[in-house]
């Protein structure tokens, strides 16, 4: 009874706050000059004290004020910030990193890049820091992965197909390595695709509460955002190892590390969605198969790239152009792969990429 009390006596406390922070922003908004006070208004009442989920109603609301007030989305981020940076409440801080992640899931691609500039120019800020004492509890470290999360997410953008898609620069990669277009795609995506998948893998709800309405909603739009981010991601793996045996030995290497990485990603993304099915209570969300990457298939490649730097001189790859025994691992029988571990392999990834092919390589072999 003493909880619920407790509860209940907290939610008073922060309707008042909400309340007075309703009327600061009026009077400051006008001081300043601009009247802005309608959107930090709609921030205040979207992000309140109570348990419940942010109200569709506060969302649009915040759209349409911004879309019809130019130059107000560094306001709203300053507001944004403000608001996380100063609460010291867990509801209103995964309200508020809720929000963010809603506006930038809701708005349309001129709303979003204004948002990741905002982002860049230090207007919108997802500091967690206030929370920093109670990092034991399971709900604060949600929070502060939760941030984590949106740190990397505000690095994408949603394309015309509606798809999740990482922001390229210049800088993402030394192009020294790499010739071709498709290559050079490749080598770009999946560095940030594994980036991406690791912040996913760091919120995995084991300890989340299955009552805790705010973190359900939160969690539900993380893994839908993750699901279409996989599918990149697995057709990327599969296009990289399908142009292994062509690419420079600086190339390959890089591409052996990626490999490892999704190897074991592949394991831990299998287990968050197995765990996420009993947890998480959306029932619409439709995961992916994820296929296993055993290190047997990466090992062989490693192998193989090793055999073609360490021969001398050009010649043919293998006699009447078969593949050399190190390769045998790689096409084992979708049995025998089973019987290997505790999960169910599907050859899918790599039986329709690896194929006996004809290499750009020669090698010359001893007498």
């Known amino acids: 009874?003493?909880?619920?009390?407790?509860?209940?006596?907290?939610?008073?406390?922060?309707?008042?706050?909400?309340?007075?922070?309703?009327?600061?922003?009026?009077?400051?908004?006008?001081?300043?000059?601009?009247?802005?006070?309608?959107?930090?208004?709609?921030?205040?009442?979207?992000?309140?004290?109570?348990?419940?989920?942010?109200?569709?109603?506060?969302?649009?609301?915040?759209?349409?004020?911004?879309?019809n007030s130019p130059g107000s989305i560094h306001f709203l981020a300053e507001r944004i910030s403000r608001r996380l940076g100063k609460t010291r409440d867990n509801l209103v801080a995964l309200k508020t990193l809720s929000l963010i992640h809603r506006l930038l899931r809701g708005g349309n691609r001129c709303f979003e890049q204004q948002l990741r500039?905002?982002?860049?120019?230090?207007?919108?800020?997802?500091?967690?820091?206030?929370?920093?004492r109670n990092i034991s509890d399971p709900s604060v470290s949600f929070i502060h992965k939760y941030a984590a999360y949106l740190e990397e997410r505000i690095g994408w953008v949603i394309n015309?197909?509606?798809?999740?898609?990482?922001?390229?620069?210049?800088?993402?990669?030394?192009?020294?390595?790499y010739d071709e277009k498709s290559i050079d795609m490749?080598?770009?995506?999946?560095?940030?695709?594994?980036?991406?998948?690791?912040?996913?893998?760091?919120?995995?709800?084991?300890?989340?509460?299955?009552?805790?309405?705010?973190?359900?909603?939160?969690?539900?739009?993380t893994l839908k955002e993750s699901f279409q981010v996989y599918k990149t991601y697995s057709e990327g793996v599969a296009a990289?190892?399908?142009m292994f045996f062509d690419l420079t030995r600086a190339a390959r290497d890089l591409a052996c590390q990626i490999l490892r990485r999704a190897s074991q990603q592949s394991q831990e993304l299998h287990n968050l969605f197995e765990n996420c099915k009993r947890i998480i209570e959306n029932k619409n969300l439709d995961y992916p198969v994820v296929q296993i990457i055993t290190m047997d298939h990466i090992m062989a490649l490693e192998q193989f790239s090793t055999y073609i730097a360490t021969s001398r001189?050009?010649?043919?790859?293998s006699k009447n152009g078969s593949t050399p025994p190190i390769l045998d691992c790689i096409t084992k029988s979708e049995g025998d792969e089973k019987d290997a571990g505790n999960f169910s392999w599907s050859?899918?990834?790599?039986?329709?990429?690896?194929?006996?092919k004809i290499s750009k390589v020669w090698v010359v072999f001893e007498d």
Not at 187 to 207: A, E, G, M, T, Y
Not at 348 to 355: A, G, I, R
Request: hydrophobic content about 40%; charged content about 20%.
């Open 347 to 356: 050859p899918t990834l790599f039986s329709c990429t690896l194929e006996t």
């Open 1 to 67: 009874m003493g909880v619920d009390i407790q509860g209940k006596l907290r939610i008073a406390l922060g309707a008042v706050k909400d309340h007075a922070s309703i009327g600061k922003a009026m009077i400051y908004s006008h001081h300043e000059g601009k009247d802005f006070s309608s959107i930090e208004v709609a921030v205040v009442r979207a992000t309140g004290h109570d348990s419940g989920p942010i109200d569709d109603k506060h969302m649009h609301e915040i759209l349409f004020l911004v879309s």
């Open 186 to 221: 490749v080598f770009r995506k999946l560095p940030k695709c594994q980036v991406f998948i690791d912040r996913v893998l760091d919120c995995s709800p084991f300890n989340i509460s299955t009552l805790d309405n705010l973190a359900q909603a939160a969690m539900s739009n």
């Open 240 to 242: 990289l190892v399908n």
């Open 117 to 132: 500039n905002a982002h860049a120019s230090g207007h919108l800020q997802m500091s967690t820091r206030c929370f920093l």
């Open 313 to 317: 001189s050009s010649s043919v790859l």
């Open 160 to 177: 015309q197909a509606g798809k999740l898609e990482p922001v390229m620069s210049q800088g993402d990669l030394d192009s020294r390595c």
